[in-house]
T-cell receptor
Framework: GAGVSQSPSNKVTEKGKDVELRCDPI?????LYWYRQSLGQGLEFLIY????????KSGLPSDRFSAERTGGSVSTLTIQRTQQEDSAVYLC???????????FGPGTRLTVT | SQQGEEDPQALSIQEGENATMNCSYK?????LQWYRQNSGRGLVHLIL?????REKHSGRLRVTLDTSKKSSSLLITASRAADTASYFC???????????FGKGTRLSVIA
């Protein structure tokens, strides 16, 4: 079946604007993760959803960041009042269960001008 | 701080040579995973090794795990130009903490 998809693939926004990034996980995968990767760096964990449990938000860098997962499938990551330091590639991944391998989407490259 | 730390940060080899990348971590783990990333976009899962396993093979890939030293190595044999990418190790702890990635090793295979 289809892999993880993300949209948009690229987003350029002005400082102070809000942005929404979308992730469609693999059908049937109960776990969904959001990461952020700055240029030349590793992945920074942001948030993790597992089934109907409360999400693990421990990686969100500030209260400007929020995410939701509707119906246990599609997830949206929202960044309010964007700052230049928010510029990065935002990666979404899903897995069939918590300890299994993760399948990544192609990412959304966010540029805040 | 990062749980997994890869070493070296960058590696350049000739096609046909073997490439070895190392990963060290700090706390006890449930499993350790290696991923590959091309061109700064999505990662591709390569191999998962559980804490009770010591070695695992997949094609030209060989992964070892030494839990006493909290380290793992990824060996790519007979490298090809197409193996050029960044390689990340990621650890999953036994608790509820999420997968933690290192900063990666950038491998360049020269034809």
């Amino acid at each position: 079946g289809a892999g993880v998809s993300q949209s948009p693939s690229n987003k350029v926004t002005e400082k102070g604007k809000d942005v929404e990034l979308r992730c469609d996980p693999i059908s049937g995968h109960t776990a969904l993760y959001w990461y952020r990767q700055s240029l030349g760096q590793g992945l920074e964990f942001l948030i993790y959803f597992q089934g109907n449990s409360a999400p693990d938000k421990s990686g969100l860098p500030s209260d400007r960041f929020s995410a939701e997962r509707t119906g246990g499938s599609v997830s949206t990551l929202t960044i309010q009042r964007t700052q230049q330091e928010d510029s990065a590639v935002y990666l979404c991944a899903s897995s069939s269960k918590k300890f299994a391998e993760q399948y990544f989407g192609p990412g959304t490259r966010l540029t805040v001008t | 701080s990062q749980q997994g730390e890869e070493d070296p940060q960058a590696l350049s080899i000739q096609e046909g040579e073997n490439a070895t990348m190392n990963c060290s971590y700090k706390t006890s783990i449930n499993n350790l995973q290696w991923y590959r990333q091309n061109s700064g976009r999505g990662l591709v899962h390569l191999i998962l090794i559980r804490s009770n396993e010591r070695e695992k093979h997949s094609g030209r890939l060989r992964v070892t795990l030494d839990t006493s030293k909290k380290s793992s190595s990824l060996l790519i044999t007979a490298s090809r130009a197409a193996d050029t990418a960044s390689y990340f190790c990621a650890t999953l702890s036994s608790g509820n903490t999420p997968l933690v990635f290192g900063k990666g090793t950038r491998l360049s295979v020269i034809a």
